[in-house]
Structures are given as structure tokens and as C-alpha cells.
Nanobody, 118 residues
Framework: QVQLVESGGGFVQAGGSLRLSCAASGRTFSSYAMAWFRQAPGKEREFVGMTWRGSINYADSVKGRFTISRDNAKNTVYLQMNSLKPEDTAVYYC?????????????WGQGTQVTVSS
């Protein structure tokens, strides 16, 4: 069982920045594929980005503005969000695929709200 706890959400004006953190349990965190998703009101959940074995991928909508990093010693993955736009407003979730990125994300955090005002 993997537990994920997100933090760092909040309210920010357009153009501002936030950093989200996701702390994970588990002794083999370094082997997990870790991803960020988001869900805006009335919309389906959207992939934001992921990291696994040194590879990082982003959705086109956030490429160049968001950065994913991870600290395996702290069992934590981060999402640095810069140049935020009102359309980035959503609940952000981190997810873990302990078996790797070709497997489903079996574990999810509780989500953290990000609100960007215009």
C-alpha cells in the first residue's frame, strides 16, 4: 500500500507561481512512476506530467511553465508551476505507479486546490 499526501496548493494571481509537493510512503519510491493530474470543475481529469527512471513528460498545456522533479531520498515529487493562468485552476492530484509507467496509477493522493485569479 502506498500513501500519497499532497501539499502546497493555494490562491495565486495570474502570472504567479506555486510549488506542489507529494510525499509518498514505500521503501522503493525511486522505482515508482510518479505523475501529476488535475481536474477542473465540470471537466474530466487531465494528465499534467510524469517522471520515471529519469524521464519526464508534460502535457502540451503546461510545457515550458511547469517543472516536475523528485527527491528519492525524501520520497517526494514536486510540481513547480510558473506563469500560472486562470485555466490552471483545478484540484491537483499526484499518483503513483509502483510497477512503472506502463502500468496503471494505482495510488492517488487526496488532491490540493490551486486557484489562479485573473
Amino acid at each position: 500500500q502506498v500513501q500519497l499526501v499532497e501539499s502546497g496548493g493555494g490562491f495565486v494571481q495570474a502570472g504567479g507561481s506555486l510549488r506542489l509537493s507529494c510525499a509518498a510512503s514505500g521503501r522503493t519510491f525511486s522505482s515508482y512512476a510518479m505523475a501529476w493530474f488535475r481536474q477542473a470543475p465540470g471537466k474530466e481529469r487531465e494528465f499534467v506530467g510524469m517522471t520515471w527512471r529519469g524521464s519526464i513528460n508534460y502535457a502540451d498545456s503546461v510545457k515550458g511553465r511547469f517543472t516536475i522533479s523528485r527527491d528519492n531520498a525524501k520520497n517526494t515529487v514536486y510540481l513547480q508551476m510558473n506563469s500560472l493562468k486562470p485555466e490552471d485552476t483545478a484540484v491537483y492530484y499526484c499518483a503513483a505507479a509502483p510497477r512503472g509507467s506502463t502500468f496503471p496509477y494505482d495510488y492517488w493522493g487526496q488532491g490540493t486546490q490551486v486557484t489562479v485569479s485573473s
